[in-house]
């Protein structure tokens, strides 16, 4: 039986230590940390996302600003609050909730994001520092997997990584971080002949596919290490909803060597590296060290 990785105690960890941080950080500078969340429309999941990312930014220290838009907002009116939020120094985290309405342009608003304030780091220049090892901002969901990753094997060097999932949000950047570890990375895909076999020569797998429960136990080395970042609201048999990866949890587990359950893997990992993420650019406004914990 595999080891479960805890994301959500890792996550829980991660905040306790960053709540000393940020306490450390308004007393040495008197400065605290501000992340302002931007939601236009009444997308239901999305107001659950951006309520959960305010509460644990206030629990941890951090100065939430929510900006909740009509669904009718025109798009030049939200270039114009991300301009003034750009030049707020109160402001160092600006995250737009997506999907956003069709008349907007998501591209264009995120685009319009200061780099260093962009803390999902979906920003073309983050993206950019990312591929070359700069000091950019990195995306939450695969950092989040990374920090998992490092905090169960310590040095990833040589180590095959198969990444499933090519998006910009997760597969293309995990691929970034893996390759930087010094991991031999390969990307599978929806075009990738024979995935199963590609998979099985991983020794870390991470699923990011939005197919529930594609990645069989069968598919997986035993002994590898298996991320789990898919999140699929499936209807059982019963009728019943429940939560399931890209990861099929029950053969799986039978044959990994350790592996994130859904949900309280990855999931968690996110919203606690948004606020380290607002942590990061506070620090770097400001041409201060990362306080300690
Ligand atoms: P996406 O739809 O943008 O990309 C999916 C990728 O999977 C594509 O590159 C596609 O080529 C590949 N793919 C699709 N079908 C495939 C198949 N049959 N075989 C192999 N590859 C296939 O999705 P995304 O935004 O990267 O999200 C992936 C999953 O991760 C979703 O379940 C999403 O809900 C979840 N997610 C979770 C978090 C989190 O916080 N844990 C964050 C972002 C996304």
């Known amino acids: 039986m595999a080891h479960i990785i805890d994301g959500k105690q890792f996550a829980a960890n ?4 960053m709540t000393k941080q940020i306490a450390s950080f308004k007393e040495q500078h008197d400065i605290v940390p ?32 929510e900006h909740k838009l009509e669904e009718t907002t025109s798009e030049a009116f939200l270039l114009d609050l ?11 985290g600006i995250l737009v909730q997506l999907p956003l309405p069709k008349h907007i342009d998501a591209d264009k608003v995120l685009n319009a994001i200061d780099p260093a304030k962009d803390v999902d780091g979906f920003h073309p220049i983050n993206v950019g520092l990312l591929s070359t090892g700069g000091k ?17 094997h310590g040095d990833l060097t040589g180590m095959n990584a198969v990444v499933v999932g ?35 020569e991983a020794d870390i797998v991470v699923a990011a596919v939005g197919v529930p429960e ?6 997986i080395k035993p002994g590898a290490t298996v991320i789990d970042v898919g999140i699929n609201r499936i209807t059982t048999d019963e009728g019943k909803t429940k939560l399931v990866g890209d990861v099929e949890f029950d053969s799986a587990v039978e044959v990994a060597g ?34 300690e914990a």
């Open 82 to 92: 991300i301009a003034d939020m750009n030049q707020d120094p109160a402001i160092n």
């Open 34 to 65: 501000g992340l302002a969340v931007v939601l236009v429309g009444e997308d239901p999941a999305s107001q659950v996302y951006v309520r959960n990312k305010g509460k644990q930014a206030t629990e941890c220290g951090i100065n939430s600003i």
């Open 166 to 200: 090519r998006s910009n949000i997760v597969g293309k950047p995990m691929f970034n971080l893996l390759l930087q570890q010094s991991c031999t990375v390969t990307v599978a895909h929806s075009r990738t002949k024979n995935i199963e076999e590609v998979v099985r």
């Open 136 to 152: 950019g901002m990195i995306p939450c969901t695969p950092l989040g997997s990374l920090m998992m990753l490092q905090d169960y």
């Open 214 to 219: 594609l990645v069989k136990g069968a598919w």
């Open 258 to 291: 350790a592996i994130t359950p859904v949900p309280g893997g990855v999931g968690p990992m996110t919203i606690a590296c948004l606020l380290y993420n607002t942590l990061v650019a506070a620090c770097r406004h400001n041409n201060v060290e990362m306080p």
């Open 14 to 17: 991660l905040r306790g230590k």
